[in-house]
């Protein structure tokens, strides 16, 4: 490993504050951890020295997302542009030809046959370098196709979606199998299935791989903080739940019970401080007449709350579903804390699923399906009508909201030029103790368009709830105890 340029303990504290901002918390003592670790384990072996980092300095798995980017950056497996890989020395150093990337596919096809992981480093390397630079530093122009770029150095910077659209790695899976498929003995279709999907995954590292390297040499040139910052995606919990991706809501899933139990030691904690109540000042003052009229033991009201109700009623039409599963998920998790939860869904007609979503059901993968198909929740279009669903919950449902009833409205609040039926929604509001409406769309983004979002904020608190991050700190703020 290249050592950096500036001390190790400079770019150990930039780790961290990098780290930091993107809401890993790390504490005094983690640091001072992490600092042993690169003590004990030095720089000789890289991927020693990562694994020991991150067990100093990480909480769990998910945060890996983010560690490993950010690491790759602030101890770099190499500085400054790699060596010429091309075989042939005639090419110069100068151009990148047809040939060239060619020859670069063909290396790349026998190290990912192989697994051969220093090679596929190195293959990366020279591939950004060559194929990835774009514009010059001076201005003078951008890189041309595929095999006309000038010399990477002279580049503004390096692109990893670029490199990879002109190597195009994934073509190679059809060659390397046949090559495979050529040495082996025998037709085993299991066999072939599983060697397909090996060289998938090996394929699909090379483009991480790839990545990487195009944000160490842009680092490089704009500075390793600032792309720390910018260039390296936030971890699922910071993620927008309206353009989150499956692998990051799956993610999200998998945190559910661990999130569930430290919001039930908080509301836990909050309805055993509440029970304390308020002071009872007539008690208080008669009681301080043996000591002269100061009041030594003040006497508190014993409040015996009851365990509250809480009420979903979740919009699960489009990209909103995602933030509504993952709420239902949650609130089912912290079921215990409730004397009662109800859960409902709409679209533009409304239905109970409590039982779709129980600790009993399937479990939490393919939840809107499974609401879609057993729940009447579309009526004859497929399209949100905030309006109608209020009215229908209202008229229908009326025995579930009570004086000790919450309810939250999970949803963007976007009638797609419906009435917003502000009625149903007053109704529904003074019946309750107390309503919520958790909004997954920027405050900036309410009332443009189609949205009712400022109307039904003026009836109801509404709160801006963009991602799990959000969630977690309302769900303990506003969840009644």
């Not at 150990?12 to 992490?34: K, M, N, P």
């Not at 990835?132 to 530093?137: D, F, L, P, Q, V």
């Not at 936030?234 to 019970?257: K, M, N, S």
């Not at 393919?366 to 009526?379: D, P």
């Amino acid at each position: 490993m290249t050592a950096p340029a500036a001390g190790v303990p400079e770019r150990l504290t930039a780790l961290v504050q990098a780290l930091r901002s993107h809401g890993v918390r790390i504490g005094t003592g983690e640091t001072v951890d992490a600092g042993r670790a690169v003590e004990a384990l030095g720089l000789t072996d890289r991927e020693y020295l990562r694994e020991g980092l991150a067990a100093a300095l990480l909480h769990s798995e998910g945060q890996r997302a983010v560690f490993d980017p950010v690491f790759d950056l602030y101890f770099p497996r190499s500085v400054g542009a790699p060596p010429d890989g091309r075989r042939d020395p005639a090419h110069g150093a100068g151009a990148w030809r047809e040939s060239d990337t060619a020859d670069l596919r063909e290396r790349l096809a026998a190290a990912l046959a192989a697994n051969d992981r220093e090679t596929l480093d190195q293959l990366a390397a020279e591939a950004v370098d060559g194929l990835g630079g774009y514009g010059t530093a001076n201005g003078a122009g951008g890189s041309g196709g595929t095999g006309g770029s000038g010399p990477s150095d002279r580049s503004d910077g390096w692109s990893s979606h670029q490199t990879l659209a002109r190597l195009r790695p994934e073509t190679l899976l059809a060659r390397i199998l046949a090559g495979i498929r050529a040495g082996a003995t025998g037709d085993d279709e299991f066999t072939d299935r599983l060697q397909a999907d090996e060289i998938r995954r090996r394929i699909q590292a090379f483009r991480e791989r790839v990545a990487t390297e195009a944000r160490r040499r842009v680092a490089e040139r704009r500075g390793t903080d600032d792309i720390a910052r910018r260039a390296i995606a936030p971890t699922a919990d910071r993620v927008d739940f309206l353009i989150a991706g499956r692998a990051q809501l799956d993610e999200l899933r998998r945190t559910v019970q661990p999130l569930a139990r430290k919001l039930a030691t908080r509301l836990a904690a909050r309805r055993r401080r509440a029970a304390r109540g308020r002071i009872d000042l007539r008690r208080t003052l008669r009681g301080s007449l043996s000591t002269g009229g100061v009041p030594m033991r003040p006497v508190l009201r014993r409040r015996r709350p009851a365990r509250p109700e809480l009420v979903l009623l979740c919009d699960v039409s489009g990209s909103v579903a995602g933030f509504a599963n993952f709420t239902m998920l949650l609130v089912q998790a912290l079921h215990d804390q409730f004397s009662k939860v109800r859960v409902f869904a709409f679209v533009n007609r409304v239905d109970e699923v409590t039982d779709l979503i129980g600790r009993d059901a399937a479990g939490p993968e393919g939840l809107s399906a499974r609401i879609l198909s057993a729940a009447a929740v579309t009526g004859w279009h497929g399209s949100s009508d905030y309006g109608t669903s209020l009215g229908e919950f209202a008229e229908r449902y009326a025995d579930a909201v009570g004086p000790r009833s919450t309810v939250f409205i999970l949803g963007d609040a976007r009638t797609n030029m419906s009435d917003p039926n502000t009625g149903a929604l007053r109704d529904v509001a003074g019946r309750a103790r107390k309503v919520y409406w958790l909004n997954p769309e920027r405050r900036s983004l309410w009332e443009t368009g189609d949205s009712a979002a400022d109307t039904y904020a003026e009836i109801v608190e509404m709160h801006e709830c963009r991602n799990a991050r959000q969630l977690s700190a309302l769900i303990a703020r506003l969840l009644p105890v």
